[in-house]
């Protein structure tokens, strides 16, 4: 389990989180919605140490990860697909792949992870000789979650994963997220398309202005007449 204590971080002047407390519980997705500037992407930065807080705790398995490496961060299991995708352009499919798993050290291993993620992806077995600069929009965003995958992470961290994608690419990352969840990997999901979001998430959070206003079930929020005002489009 993940859990965030009292987190405080500061973001240049700003006070980007306001003593946030969120559990994520094994083998659930849980999803974090929010406007621009709420503090949702700082929040996953400094579960992974990219950013680091100035007050609270992050607890993994009760062990307490707080201001820990990146590195080590990502060898015990937790991994961040950031905004944006971030592939390599000028190295293949598959070796954007071979990167994802530089914490591997077994060669059979690492060709079980690829042909598992070529597995939820075809799309990308077809092209795992193509250079990633020349992938569509939803290839390139099917290749970072591809790539993330294959440190076989227990928590999988997705930040804004249908960020630019047509409606029909979207639909199909919400289902394999779905379906990595499936097979065992626990999800914290922060996405602009809300109500996409929290169709699949086990449990929820509204943060605005980072402090956290609100949380229930995904099913939960949905139905609820002030989410569905501010998130949903609706009312």
Avoid at 52 to 81: C, H, M, Q, Y
Avoid at 82 to 92: A, I
Avoid at 122 to 132: N, T
Wanted: aromatic content about 6%; some cysteine.
């Amino acid at each position: 389990m993940l859990k965030l204590e009292a987190l405080s971080v500061y973001y240049g002047g700003i006070h980007a989180l306001r003593g946030i407390d969120i559990e994520v519980a094994d083998g659930k997705i849980v999803t974090l919605i929010g406007a621009n500037g709420a503090g949702k992407s700082t929040m996953l930065n400094t579960i992974v140490g990219l950013v680091k807080s100035a007050s609270g705790k992050i607890l993994w398995d009760g062990e307490d990860f707080t201001g820990r490496d990146p590195k080590d961060i990502v060898s015990r299991g937790l991994v961040l697909i950031p905004e944006g995708r971030h592939v390599f352009p000028n190295l293949t499919v598959e070796e954007n792949l071979r990167l994802g798993a530089y914490v591997q050290k077994d060669s059979k291993r690492i060709r079980q992870s690829r042909d598992r993620c070529f597995d939820l992806f075809p799309r990308l077995r077809e092209r795992m000789r193509q250079s990633a600069g020349t992938l569509s929009g939803g290839e390139q965003q099917m290749l970072a979650v591809a790539r993330g995958l294959m440190t076989e992470p227990k928590l999988l961290m997705l930040d804004e994963p249908s960020l630019g994608l047509a409606p029909l690419i979207s639909r199909m990352i919400f289902s394999i997220i779905g379906e990595i969840n499936r097979n065992g990997t626990t999800v914290l999901l922060i996405e602009q398309n809300a109500h996409a979001a929290l169709e699949i998430a086990d449990y929820a959070y509204v943060l605005e202005t980072g402090t956290i206003v609100m949380q229930n079930t995904g099913a939960a929020l949905l139905k609820d007449e002030g989410v569905r005002r501010a998130y949903l489009g609706e009312g």
